[in-house]
């Protein structure tokens, strides 16, 4: 059983990393994604690069089985096996540049124990403020939700997504999740081991990072539009597999744009809004 009283002494817990964006990091980010551009020194660094920055560098052999770093560091010591992504949200300032000195600043916000229908949950929120060359770039804030292990996982159940008004399909190929994996420093087996993921997580197939999924969504607003968005907030509702395409959709409401992807015959996946 969770002692929330103790987790939640990680409220108000921070800590602070910096590292420079490269012409290797932005070039490399770039080729993951297919983005076309020179990624010289000042060059303007494409959006939702900062997950590849001022990761955390565990040692492998501190690595849980599943890949994720040891628990009861910065982060609270949740018992609960399973850890994923659900969501968060971004206010971009400024530009983060290539050649910049990139610092991360990150404090836990919240804490709370929930009931969900698989079994109990833990949601833990933390800030990040994003510097570049001292000046504040981004700020978010990002949700993470611990659970209990499941034996299996189907596919996203539920009423087929629509299409939106553009839509454009992503093919998640093994090379692609690798390489986000390796660009982001993400050990999470999930991503690129099938076999761990198979047997051990009860997936059909490798995980679509939650991050990668928000990554092509804010690019893909950005193109329709052309120019990056001032606010960027998004939501897991289902996880996507790599046993088939999946979807990026685009529906302009007034001055925001609804986002969301959809694996074949499956319903919205992530679904984010993104603001100017």
């Known amino acids: 059983m969770m ?8 409220i108000g817990r921070s800590e602070t990393e910096e590292e420079v964006l490269s ?36 040692p492998t052999r501190a690595l849980a089985d ?11 010591p949740v018992t609960l096996p399973r850890r994923m992504w659900a969501g968060g949200e971004l206010s971009f300032v400024a530009p983060l540049r290539v050649g910049s000195v990139v610092e991360r600043r990150s404090t836990v916000r919240d804490v709370v124990a929930k009931e969900g229908r698989s079994g109990p949950l833990c949601f833990v929120t933390v ?9 504040e770039a981004l700020t ?21 997504a629509p299409e939106g008004q553009e839509h454009r399909s992503i093919t998640p190929s093994r090379a692609l999740l690798f390489r986000y994996s390796a660009v982001t420093f993400n050990a999470h087996r999930i991503h690129y081991d099938i076999v761990y ?8 197939g490798l995980v ?3 991050p990668l999924q928000a990554t092509l969504l804010c690019q893909y607003a950005r193109t329709l539009s052309g120019k990056p968005p001032r606010r960027f907030a998004f939501r897991s509702h289902s996880p996507v597999f790599d046993t088939s395409d999946f979807t990026l959709n685009a529906t302009q409401e007034g001055e925001e744009m609804q986002l969301w992807t959809a694996q074949a015959n499956g319903p919205r996946a992530m679904v984010a809004t993104a603001t100017w």
């Open 197 to 204: 993921a198979r047997e051990d997580e009860g997936y059909p």
């Open 3 to 10: 002692d929330i009283k103790r987790l939640r002494e990680w």
């Open 127 to 135: 800030e990040h403020v994003y510097r570049c060359d001292g000046v």
């Open 66 to 76: 599943d890949g994720h770093p040891p628990r009861g560091g910065f982060l609270p």
């Open 140 to 160: 978010e804030r990002q949700d993470i939700v611990y659970r209990e292990a499941a034996s299996t996982h189907k596919p996203g159940q539920g009423q087929k």
């Open 208 to 210: 679509v990072h939650g």
């Open 23 to 58: 012409t290797r990091i932005a070039t490399q980010f770039a080729a993951t994604l297919d983005l076309p551009g020179e990624w010289t020194e000042g060059a303007e660094a494409p959006p939702m690069i900062h997950w590849c920055l001022a990761q955390g560098r565990e």
